[in-house]
Nanobody, 120 residues
Framework: VQLVESGGGLVQAGGSLKLSCAAS????????MGWYRQALGKQRELVAH????????NYGDSVTGRFTISRDNAKNTIDLQMNSLKPEDTAVYYC??????????????WGQGTQVTVSS
């Protein structure tokens, strides 16, 4: 599975950005996709995650109410709309996809990451 990310960049605090991720080379199906981020010197953390079949989404505490994840199950794509951005949202954002191999076996895939920088 290959994940292609787009939409990162530099924005002022209070602004908005949208990240997109497209999955290709899928052998079976994608169970879920999401975004994680890693700021300099910190651990990677969940930003948002969505189940592809039913669209149920989960968000990290720090982004709830500001970020919205959406998906297109037919195209295996997700978008992350980020509003009211804060300097602490600055990080490399990674797209993640969980591929279904069997009823009980999954494989996680990661994109290369896209930089989001929020200036104060």
């Amino acid at each position: 599975v290959q994940l292609v990310e787009s939409g990162g960049g530099l924005v002022q605090a209070g602004g908005s950005l949208k990240l997109s991720c497209a999955a290709s080379g899928i052998r079976f199906s994608i169970k879920a996709m999401g975004w994680y981020r890693q700021a300099l010197g910190k651990q990677r953390e969940l930003v948002a995650h969505v189940t592809m079949t039913d669209g149920v989404a989960n968000y990290g505490d720090s982004v709830t109410g500001r970020f919205t994840i959406s998906r297109d199950n037919a195209k295996n794509t997700i978008d992350l709309q980020m509003n009211s951005l804060k300097p602490e949202d600055t990080a490399v954002y990674y797209c993640n996809a969980i591929e279904v191999l069997t009823d009980t076996s999954f494989s996680a895939h990661w994109g290369q990451g896209t930089q989001v920088t929020v200036s104060s």
